[in-house]
């Protein structure tokens, strides 16, 4: 786990570190009671662990491993590190063992993957050319929930479905920000704002509320079915919509997403417009 989109002020992604691989329930809400209550033991099981001893710091490791070994995984290929806990008094989940929290450059090298590896890895989101914006969405939405922007931020599929056009979370990212600052919009686009905001929070809790959500890892391997346009069946894997659905589920879904496309051109060149009023030479011809 490194840093930008991983950690956003008192956000963090962490999904990487295999927090929510371990499989501890369906009902969301208890679920994540548990989590909370294994991070909070990690961390103060960690807090008594003398750091300039090696030995110690794999006694924690080996210790903890072995205490939540009995929790089943959703992948069983993927690792749950238990150097994963609380960094900050504000509840930030964070690595233990991060150069950052600990003021040692190489102490992640007594974890599973090693310090490389820990600081190189970046996922698919993490990578994507709207990462940052992507991940200001997240923020304004989220603002107190950590595990809400924890699972969205690794969910590439969720990504990918809006990013087909490939500056959606830009122009998302804009247009809350300025939504935000009050600045000198018309009617009509007034309303495309809220439009915006209630349909992408509509879509950001339905994403929420399916299984896949609750199991993110971020190696999720479904990037071949993303690979065209976004289709019925993009709409049926990420948002779990069966196709016993009632018909007509998925063709309301479809038709918000193309409004979508819609409202992001009249955004461009409302912001076209603004830029070329104030004599911005970048505003597109
Ligand atoms: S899953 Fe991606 S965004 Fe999340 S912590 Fe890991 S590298 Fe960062
Ligand atoms: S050592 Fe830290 S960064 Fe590496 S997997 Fe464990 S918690 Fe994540």
Redesign the pocket.
């Known amino acids: 786990?490194?840093a930008?989109?991983?950690?956003q002020n008192e956000h963090?992604?962490?999904?990487?570190?295999g927090l929510f691989n371990l499989n501890v329930g369906e009902n969301q809400e208890r679920a994540r009671r548990i989590r909370q209550s294994i991070l909070m033991e990690r961390t103060r099981g960690f807090a008594g662990v003398d750091l300039d001893e090696p030995e110690e710091i794999l006694a924690f490791r080996s210790n903890q491993e072995h205490k939540e070994a009995g929790i089943e995984r959703h992948d069983p290929e993927t690792y749950v590190c238990p150097f994963l806990g609380y960094v900050s008094l504000e509840g930030r989940m964070g690595c233990m063992l991060h150069p950052r929290v600990t003021g040692r450059p190489r102490l992640q090298n007594h974890s599973f993957y090693g310090h490389s590896i820990c600081q190189a890895?970046?996922?698919?989101?993490?990578d994507a050319p709207d990462?940052v914006a992507y991940?200001e969405v997240l923020t304004h939405f989220f603002p107190a929930h950590h595990e809400h922007y924890?699972r969205l931020?690794?969910d590439h599929a969720f990504y990918r479905l809006f990013a087909v056009k490939s500056d959606f979370w830009e122009v998302m990212a804009d247009l809350l920000r300025e939504s935000r600052e009050q600045k000198d919009y018309n009617v009509s686009f007034n309303n495309n704002v809220q439009y915006a905001r209630r349909a992408l929070r509509f879509f950001l809790l339905l994403r929420l509320a399916t299984n896949a959500s609750a199991a993110?890892?971020?190696f999720e391997i479904l990037m071949h079915s993303f690979q065209t346009p976004r289709t019925a069946i993009d709409l049926q894997q990420v948002f779990g919509v069966s196709l016993m659905h009632p018909v007509g589920y998925s063709e309301r879904l479809t038709r918000c997403l193309l409004r979508f496309e819609r409202l992001q051109t009249s955004v461009k060149l409302r912001h076209n417009l603004v830029a070329s009023e104030s004599g911005n030479p970048h505003a597109e011809q």
């Open positions: 786990m490194s930008g989109c991983c950690q963090s992604c962490v999904s990487c570190c890895y970046d996922c698919v989101n993490k990462a991940s924890a931020m690794a993110m890892t971020s």
